[in-house]
């Protein structure tokens, strides 16, 4: 079972750097996770939930890329 985007997760907001967001649990930079299951840490909460779920981690492409930005451009 695989998802498109894997953006659904908690974010918090970068200090001192307006347009930069973090999974809440993992701690990664969105533009680091790109989308991507994988792009969490292994030990990361919601990584853990999706693959308990049955989700994979899937490859980056461009278009998920953009998407991710579109996701992000909400403040
Ligand atoms: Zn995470």
Known sequence: MKKLYYI???????EN??????????????TTINGNLE???PT???RLKLE???YDAISNDASKTLALH???DFD
């Not at 659904?8 to 970068?14: A, I, K």
């Not at 930069?20 to 930079?29: I, L, N």
């Open 8 to 14: 659904d997760f908690p974010q918090e907001h970068l």
């Open 17 to 30: 750097q307006l347009h930069s967001y973090r999974c809440a649990y993992c701690k990664v930079e969105t």
């Open 39 to 41: 792009g969490h840490l």
């Open 44 to 46: 990361c909460e919601y």
């Open 52 to 54: 308990n779920a049955g």
């Open 70 to 72: 579109d996701a992000d």
